[in-house]
């Protein structure tokens, strides 16, 4: 079965570090990838997205993520983190192997201390 | 506005006792899905449904059923809830096109089963 792996369970950060957080596919061909952000008792969100051309995306908020075929990755990534970041964010893989269906990652947690 | 509306946010039932939860699009999206969220496991796949008439098993159907009898309704039963149906659900519009799919959340709705 295809799957998304995230590197980090839990990520506590100062503000301003800088942020990269992990995502992994297995192999699938041509797919979709997608970062979203599920602030605090609240939905999810979309961050950002890929689906072909340039491998560096930028989202909302100053994230940014970039696809690696040959990793099979998409790390998502922040230069400065800010307290209103603390959040779960979750990467997701759809595409034709996939059966159009979307499989997310376990979740990253993301804690950023003042 | 675009939207995927899910009701109740909210909702404390009993063992046993038949619920409903609905969901709705805007969007004039054939695909639509089901999720359920739990800590350290993401996202996970209930139910889709390609079209009017048509839905199939995602990776935990067990316990739920599904039906859509038009293109924007997509209600998720529990005929009979158990406490380990306790988790965040959410509903999804997928717009899919030219190999890409896209997927639109609901803002979730929290069951509780005591």
């Known amino acids: 079965a295809q799957s998304v792996s995230q590197h980090n369970h839990h990520v506590i950060l100062s503000e301003a570090a800088s942020l990269e957080l992990g995502c992994n596919y297995s192999?699938?061909?041509?797919?979709?990838l997608f970062w979203y952000v599920q602030y605090p008792g609240q939905h999810l969100q979309l961050l950002l997205k890929y689906f072909s051309g340039d491998p560096l995306v930028k989202g909302i908020k100053g994230f940014e993520a970039e696809f690696i075929k040959s990793k099979f990755s998409f790390n998502l990534r922040k230069p400065s983190v800010q307290w209103s970041d603390t959040a779960e964010y979750f990467c997701?893989?759809?595409?034709?192997?996939?059966?159009?269906?979307?499989?997310f990652g376990p979740g990253t947690r993301l804690s950023v201390l003042p | 506005e675009a939207q995927v509306t899910q009701n109740p946010r909210y909702l404390i039932t009993v063992t046993g006792k038949k619920l409903t939860v609905t969901c709705s699009q805007n969007m004039n999206h054939e695909y639509m899905s089901w999720y359920r969220q739990d800590p350290g496991l993401g996202l996970r796949q209930i139910y889709y449904s390609m079209n009017v008439e048509v839905t199939d098993k995602g990776d935990v159907p067990e316990g739920y059923k599904v039906s859509r009898k038009e293109k924007r309704n997509f209600p998720l039963i529990l005929e009979s809830p158990s406490p380990n149906q306790t988790s965040l659900y959410f509903c999804?519009?997928?717009?899919?096109?030219?190999?890409?799919?896209?997927?639109?959340f609901g803002q979730g709705t929290r069951l509780t089963v005591v």
């Open positions: 997701a893989v759809s595409g034709y192997n996939y059966g159009q269906n979307f499989v």
């Open positions: 999804a519009s997928q717009l899919m096109t030219g190999g890409v799919t896209e997927a639109f």
């Open positions: 192999y699938g061909g041509t797919v979709n």
